[in-house]
């Protein structure tokens, strides 16, 4: 059984072009969320998506949407890319309600922003 | 609002040394969950353990030991006898039940190196 599964591993992309990042829940999972790594720091909420539908949200800016797909699998754009945009970027999947069950995390996506 | 401080950045020590990572946290939801997780140089979030609120027992997994207590609002996790392969960024997390929210909230981690 296949883990979560994220792609790119790695991304180069120029100040204010615009990225896409995928994630492939773990299989059973139906909650996916983002997170935001700096280097250096720990993770930060990116926003969670339940059913389709972006169920709540951390203190990022507009430039970061996402969507959820029927098979559960999502994605993270990023529009007008700076350089402070430079992270690893993490996927989480988990059950809704089921915190007594970990969260499992992806490799990543390092995305260096230039 | 919640929140999870790791005040140590950095630890080192010698291998077969005992080694514990402070982690404590603040929130005002009644039930939460705290986790600890490892992140080697490949990126990717280890989980290692979990404990819920109403459980204070403390946990021992192999040479991984946990203390839960919610006087102090501490979850510190000690390695005993550590070994290079424990060299890694460790992270202690929050999640809270209220309000719907599913979310980490992660403390800045603690960087432990295990020299041979």
């Known amino acids: 059984d296949a883990g979560v599964t994220q792609s790119p591993t790695h991304l180069i992309k120029t100040r204010g072009q615009q990225v896409t990042l995928r994630c492939s829940p773990k299989s059973g999972h139906d909650t996916v969320s983002w997170y935001q790594q700096a280097l250096g720091q720990g993770p930060q909420f990116i926003f969670q998506y339940y059913e389709e539908e972006e169920r709540q949200r951390g203190n990022f800016p507009d430039r970061f949407s996402g969507h959820q797909f029927p098979n559960y699998s999502s994605e993270l754009n990023v529009n007008a890319l700076l350089l402070g945009d430079s992270a690893l970027y993490l996927c989480a999947s988990s059950l809704t309600g089921e915190w007594n069950t970990e969260a499992f995390f992806g490799q990543g996506t390092r995305l260096t922003v230039v | 609002a919640q929140k999870v401080t790791q005040a140590q950045t950095e630890i080192s020590v010698v291998e077969k040394e005992d080694v514990t990572l402070d982690c404590v946290y603040e929130?005002?939801?009644?039930?939460?969950?705290l986790f600890w997780y490892k992140q080697p140089p490949s990126g990717e979030l280890v989980f290692l353990i979990r404990r819920n609120s109403f459980d204070e027992q403390n946990e021992i997994s192999g040479r991984y030991s946990w203390n839960f207590q919610k006087s102090t609002s501490s979850f510190n996790f000690t390695i005993t006898a550590s070994q290079v392969v424990d060299s890694a960024v460790y992270f202690c997390a929050l999640i809270g039940t209220q309000g719907g929210s599913e979310k980490l909230v992660f403390g800045k981690g603690t960087k432990l190196t295990v020299n041979p």
């Open positions: 929130t005002r939801d009644t039930t939460y969950y």
